[in-house]
Nanobody, 132 residues
Framework: QVQLVESGGGLVQAGGSLRLSCAASAGRSRGRAFDRLVMGWFRQAPGKEHEFVAALSWTGDSTLYEDSIKGRFTISRDNAENMVYLYMTTLKPEDTATYHC????????????????????WGQGTQVTVAS
């Protein structure tokens, strides 16, 4: 149904910036077009569980961020182009992880959005490595 493909990862120095992109297919999830999908980002550091990063509502008016990255990362979407972005600044070595673009039907509360199994669709991920 929904296919998500991330890009933009790479190796950066601490304090640097990256913009991750997520290209979504034009498919639907339970009848929902892309502009009726809540989009998000998770990350998985080596040997760690998936960690919630950010989520964005249908219109882009509502956002939710994990506390440790709030103020450094910005999630945005372009519904006309079926694109989602994660703009990351002031990167730290602890940000090193595989970053996954995700999608679900409803925005939900923090508990729901921070739970990986609540998200139906996942991209394969793009690697971000922050060197110190």
């Amino acid at each position: 149904q929904v296919q998500l493909v991330e890009s933009g990862g790479g190796l950066v120095q601490a304090g640097g910036s990256l913009r991750l992109s997520c290209a979504a297919s034009a498919g639907r999830s339970r009848g929902r077009a892309f502009d009726r999908l809540v989009m998000g980002w998770f990350r998985q550091a080596p040997g760690k569980e998936h960690e919630f990063v950010a989520a964005l509502s249908w219109t882009g008016d509502s956002t939710l961020y994990e506390d440790s990255i709030k103020g450094r990362f910005t999630i945005s979407r372009d519904n006309a182009e079926n694109m989602v972005y994660l703009y990351m600044t002031t990167l730290k070595p602890e940000d090193t992880a595989t970053y996954h673009c995700t999608a679900r039907g409803l925005f939900g509360n923090r508990t729901v959005l921070a739970t990986p199994t609540r998200w139906q669709f996942w991209g394969q991920g793009t690697q971000v490595t922050v060197a110190s």
